[in-house]
């Protein structure tokens, strides 16, 4: 079959006859052969195998007909070889958070072929094995770091905030080490065939304005200004405040989540600058197909007047999601239902 270039014609901009599909997380527990393989390993195992990742990398495209792979990984699984221990259960866990400048100042920066080759392999294979574009992806440094500081997920990010405003120094060294961490692991997926990568920026909607603009956005523009070789999607949950300081950043795709209308995204960011990707809610697959083909059908419509779109969820699909309506939904992106 030829080479399924749609998701690289859209996020450059070019005219395409259909939006290109692809959900975030779309390996995963809601699909039986995924939890027939995480059966036999734990969560960490499972990332650092290479043939078990090709493996379920590909199964949501065998099953749905996707138009683009995202590599199996986790945004945490660089932070590991920093020096930080973690654990899934299934969420994150942190064993030995970073809260000083000394533990800052212990962290090291990963040099991905010696720290992630089992993250380069699985690149590797999946690009010989792949007749759709491959998407690597990296956490942003604020997601990252607010794991590190807060030892698993928070509601308040009081200790990442308490860090960010009484030890700014330490806040900065763990931040560039994340930044420059980030930077070698995503140049290096581009280096390995990843033919786009998407940055993860989950926690950024938790800060002010003024505090993404100070102490989150610059990590993320300094990335954005020094990958090469491949378009870069950021994608910042709850982020649509921040838009107008995030429409200065270097990149092609912009992740829109599912609380805000596409096409008031691209007003905020500046009309035209990126294709924007997103945005159907993704516990709307709970939904009846009726409800669902109804507002696929307005964000479609609504993605005609952008620069491109990507048709994906707003935010990661959730476990329980009933499989028939995945599928019902990617048919009707498709123009098949
Ligand atoms: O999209 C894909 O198919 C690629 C795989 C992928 C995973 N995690 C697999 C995973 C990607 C892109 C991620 C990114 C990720 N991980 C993010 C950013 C995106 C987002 O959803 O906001 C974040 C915040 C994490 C951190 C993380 N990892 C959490 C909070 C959890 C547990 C939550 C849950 O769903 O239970 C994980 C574990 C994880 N990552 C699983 C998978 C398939 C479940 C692990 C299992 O099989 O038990």
Known sequence: MAFNDLLLRSINGEKVERPPVWFMRQAGRYMEEYR???????????????DLCTEVTLQPIEAFGFDNAILFSDILIPIEPMGVKLDFNPAPVIANPVRTLADADKLREINPEQDVPFVLETVRKLVKALDVPLIGFSGAP?????????????????????????EP???????????????KYL?????????????????????SHYDYEKFIFPYVQYIADN????????????????????????CAGMGVDWKTK?????????KGKFALQGN??????????ESIKETAEKIIEEGKTLKGHIFNLGHGIVPATPRENVDYLVKVVKGEA
């Open 36 to 50: 027939a393989v995480r059966k036999k390993v734990t969560f960490l195992e499972l990332c650092k195998n290479p």
């Open 142 to 166: 604020f997601t990252l770091a607010s794991y590190m500081v807060e030892g698993a997920g928070s509601k308040n990010y009081e200790h990442i905030k308490t860090l960010m405003h009484t």
């Open 169 to 183: 120094t330490a806040y900065r060294v763990l931040m560039e080490k994340l930044a420059n961490s980030t930077l």
């Open 187 to 207: 140049q290096a997926q581009i280096d390995n065939g990843a033919h786009v990568v998407q940055m993860f920026d989950t926690w950024a909607g938790v800060v």
């Open 227 to 250: 990958l090469k070789g491949a378009p870069l999607i950021y994608f910042a949950k709850d982020a649509f405040s921040f838009f107008d300081v995030i429409g200065k950043l270097n």
């Open 262 to 270: 596409l096409t008031d995204a691209d007003e905020r960011l500046g």
């Open 280 to 289: 159907f809610d993704p516990i709307q697959l709970f939904g009846t197909k």
